[in-house]
């Protein structure tokens, strides 16, 4: 696997990360990204790992999840903690694996102003 596709996949999962419901109506899928093969089961478990995680989770802590009737699973780590424009931030490693395929890269997320968090621009 070349540097641009694990580039790619993971310019996809940032896309695909940001659909954290209120934006799930704007993800783009694409066919060999883990998350594209997520059940709604699947999304749902990663979704509330992935609040869960951002919220509560300690710097360096792995939070593993997974389905056991789609065998899809994945894990999050907090990487740092930081302050954007006045708002927490957090810096997240982010691995999926579902339909045989992995993936996984770094993204920044920002709590907004409803309490959600947001993919940071």
């Given at each position: 696997?070349?540097?641009?596709?694990?580039?790619?996949?993971?310019?996809?999962?940032?896309?695909?990360?940001?659909?954290?419901?209120?934006?799930?109506?704007?993800?783009?899928?694409?066919?060999?990204?883990?998350?594209?093969?997520?059940?709604?089961?699947?999304?749902a478990i990663f979704n509330e790992t992935l609040n869960d995680t951002l919220s509560n989770g300690a710097e360096g802590e792995t939070r593993k999840w997974s389905n056991p009737k789609t065998r899809a699973?994945?894990?999050?780590?907090?990487?740092?903690?930081?302050?954007?424009?006045?708002?927490?931030?957090?810096?997240?490693?982010?691995?999926?694996?579902?339909?045989?395929?992995?993936?996984?890269?770094?993204?920044?997320?920002?709590?907004?102003?409803?309490?959600?968090?947001?993919?940071?621009?």
């Amino acid at each position: 696997m070349t540097l641009n596709s694990h580039w790619g996949r993971g310019l996809l999962l940032l896309v695909l990360v940001a659909a954290v419901p209120a934006l799930a109506q704007n993800v783009l899928f694409m066919k060999d990204a883990p998350y594209a093969h997520f059940t709604e089961e699947d999304h749902a478990i990663f979704n509330e790992t992935l609040n869960d995680t951002l919220s509560n989770g300690a710097e360096g802590e792995t939070r593993k999840w997974s389905n056991p009737k789609t065998r899809a699973s994945g894990e999050m780590t907090p990487l740092k903690s930081f302050e954007r424009a006045g708002r927490p931030c957090r810096s997240l490693s982010i691995k999926n694996k579902a339909k045989g395929l992995t993936g996984s890269a770094k993204y920044n997320f920002c709590k907004q102003d409803t309490g959600k968090w947001a993919l940071a621009n």
